[in-house]
């Protein structure tokens, strides 16, 4: 079993869970790991890592002044209602921070992490979960 956290989303609104450590459960692999909402069950997010689409979504981490700013992506992706990043985490060991977002705020995101050694997530309302490693 992972030592990641796993997401989980809602298909009927969008929503996310986040298993934090999968690897503690004693279902025999994370697909027998059941989450619901409203009654319907959640998928299991992939982590995707490869971006050839026009639009870009795998988080890019820089470090700034007292942390790292994460940003989605190399082209800044849309932060439109229908279309948006809902949230931005960054894993370090064994911390992880979340930032949560809104249509219209910019695509990033700022941690008071004190390396960019880190594996940055963030969740598309429309395309899913993107990880840079
Ligand atoms: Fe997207």
């Avoid at 298993?19 to 069950?41: F, L, T, W």
């Avoid at 979504?57 to 942390?67: A, I, L, Q, S």
């Avoid at 949560?100 to 598309?124: Q, S």
Wanted: a negative charge; one cysteine or more; aromatic letters at 8%.
């Amino acid at each position: 079993m992972e030592k990641n956290p796993v997401f989980y989303k809602c298909l009927g609104c969008s929503g996310t869970v986040m298993v934090m450590d999968p690897n503690r459960c004693k279902a025999p692999s994370i697909e027998a790991i059941k989450v619901s909402c409203s009654g319907k069950e959640m998928q299991v997010l992939e982590e995707q890592k490869a971006d050839f689409a026009k639009e870009k979504h795998v988080p890019v981490v820089e470090k700034v002044e007292g942390g790292i700013k994460v940003t989605v992506g190399s082209t800044p992706h849309p932060m439109t209602p229908e279309h948006h990043i809902a949230w931005i985490g960054v894993q370090s060991g064994d911390d992880f921070m979340l930032h949560h977002l809104k249509p219209g705020d910019k695509p990033e995101a700022f941690f008071p992490c004190p390396n960019t050694d880190v594996k940055a997530y963030e969740f598309c309302n429309i395309h899913n979960l993107w990880v840079t490693r």
